[in-house]
């Protein structure tokens, strides 16, 4: 059950499009289409952004996108916005009845 | 609206035991799986634990696994975490989250309940 991996920290300009990477392995990310994502303000509990690697529930902006590449997926924010400042949480099922989540990666709107 | 409350949280010393509750409403409760998600402090999310809709089927992370209990009630609306033997990096924030019945993912989260592993 190790995490997966996400960058740290990535920067963008309002009106910017920005994208966050999230890999694993074959039996996480790359075995299975479940892959979800999280936004996490300060203080706050997380919020559902995609789920099924590239599904946006009802109330999501389309501005958010997920895809997925072999052991590695991505999700997109076009049009960046202030309140878009969050951290960002990949997760992944990994079979056998587990998950497992990314390290997060903290987006700053410059 | 729907709504998880999680409640339970608190100081306790290591070896301890601690009973997490999560109260659920606005949503049928007994079609939904129910997770439990940590997040020590300035640290990321980790899966805890799931329990299938029916209560049929649990899972744990293999750091919690012989330690925590996953249950609920479905009379009483309410997913439980019955943690024992806590160490300190049980410390975290824990959330209880919702997830549809046969997909994996979590999409509706409580504002959490806080433990402290401490003496």
């Known amino acids: 059950q190790s995490a997966l991996t996400q960058p740290a920290s990535v920067s963008g300009s309002p009106g910017q499009s920005i994208t966050f990477s999230c890999t694993g392995t074959?039996?996480?990310?790359?075995?299975?289409?479940?892959v979800s994502w999280y936004q996490q303000h300060p203080g706050k509990a997380p919020k559902l952004m995609i789920y099924?690697?590239?599904k946006r529930p009802s109330g999501v902006s389309n501005r958010f996108s997920g895809s997925k590449s072999d052991n590695t997926a991505s999700l997109t924010i076009s049009g960046l916005q202030a309140d878009d400042e969050a951290d960002y949480y990949c997760?992944?099922?990994?079979?056998?009845?587990?998950?497992?989540f990314g390290g997060g990666t903290t987006l700053t709107v410059l | 609206e729907v709504q998880l409350v999680e409640s339970g949280g608190g100081l306790v010393q290591p070896g301890g035991s601690l009973r997490l509750s999560c109260a659920a409403s606005?949503?049928?409760?007994?079609?939904?799986?129910m997770y439990w998600v940590r997040q020590g402090p300035g640290k990321g999310l980790v899966w805890v634990s799931r329990?299938?809709?029916?209560?049929?089927?649990?899972s744990y992370a293999d750091s919690v696994k012989g330690r925590f209990t996953i249950s609920r009630d479905k009379a009483k609306n309410t997913l439980y975490l019955q943690m024992n033997s806590l160490r300190a990096e049980d410390t975290a924030v824990y959330y209880c989250?919702?997830?549809?019945?046969?997909?994996?993912?979590?999409?509706?989260w409580g504002k959490g309940t806080t433990v402290t592993v401490s003496s």
């Open positions: 074959s039996s996480d990310i790359g075995g299975y289409n479940y």
């Open positions: 989250a919702r997830g549809p019945r046969g997909d994996y993912y979590m999409d509706v």
């Open positions: 997760c992944s099922y990994a079979g056998s009845s587990e998950w497992v």
């Open positions: 099924d690697v590239s």
């Open positions: 606005g949503f049928t409760f007994s079609s939904y799986w």
């Open positions: 329990i299938k809709s029916d209560g049929s089927s649990r």
